[in-house]
């Protein structure tokens, strides 16, 4: 496979969140913006390019019995790491947030790529791999928040429509996330069946 077709690979064929159904948990939960959601995906994205180049160097030195808790172990100082970060640089985002960023560690899509791509592939492969399962997680979260916003209290990234009044309550709770992300799951894979 090209190196461009690993990274579109993730976004589109292989998008975790509309076609693949991972991450489930952040994807639901943190989408209640489309801040949030570009927040989330990349964070994600962050441990998740370079977990996938770590393991991906590692992964011949490390012993079949033991491959899994070293991948957990890889993952949790990456996003330890960006837990440091966020609380440096970005402490609004890191509030909102904060409960969420330790999930990425059991997050199947990075535990995933880990498994299935960067132990068997090049650094740089795995990092490309990365980058594009990512980037289609942190699409994919920014559309989600930003429809459940919009629907939900008639703004987008924070700025209010004008000559709006209130949006649809259900929206910003949590059955408009099931409900947003049953529609769009719907829309996305629609137009994936026409290509």
């Not at 790491?81 to 609380?87: D, I, N, R």
């Not at 997050?107 to 990092?127: H, P, Q, T, Y």
């Not at 529609?183 to 137009?191: A, E, I």
Request: aromatic share 10%; hydrophobic share 55%.
């Amino acid at each position: 496979m090209s190196k461009f077709g690993l990274i579109t690979k993730g976004l589109v064929k292989d998008n975790p969140t509309f076609v693949l159904l991972l991450g489930m948990c952040p994807t639901l939960a943190t989408t209640t913006s489309a801040m949030n959601g570009l927040s989330m995906g990349l964070a994600t994205l962050f441990v998740l390019v370079l977990s996938n180049m770590a393991i991906s160097a590692l992964a011949p030195a490390v012993p079949d019995k033991v491959h899994i808790p070293v991948y957990i172990v890889v993952i949790a100082t990456f996003v330890t790491v960006l837990q440091f970060l966020m609380q440096a640089f970005v402490p609004d985002i890191y509030a909102t947030l904060g409960l969420f960023i330790p999930l990425i560690v059991v997050n199947c899509i990075v535990l995933g790529r880990a498994e299935a791509f960067a132990n068997k592939n090049s650094v740089v492969d795995s990092a490309l791999d990365g980058i594009g399962v990512g980037l289609g997680f942190t699409c994919s979260l920014t559309v989600l928040g930003a429809v459940r916003e919009i629907l939900g209290s008639l703004s987008v990234f924070g700025w209010k429509i004008p000559g709006t009044g209130d949006g649809m309550l259900a929206f910003v709770m949590a059955p408009g996330a099931f409900i947003a992300l049953g529609y769009l799951m719907v829309l996305f894979n629609k137009f994936l069946a026409k290509k």
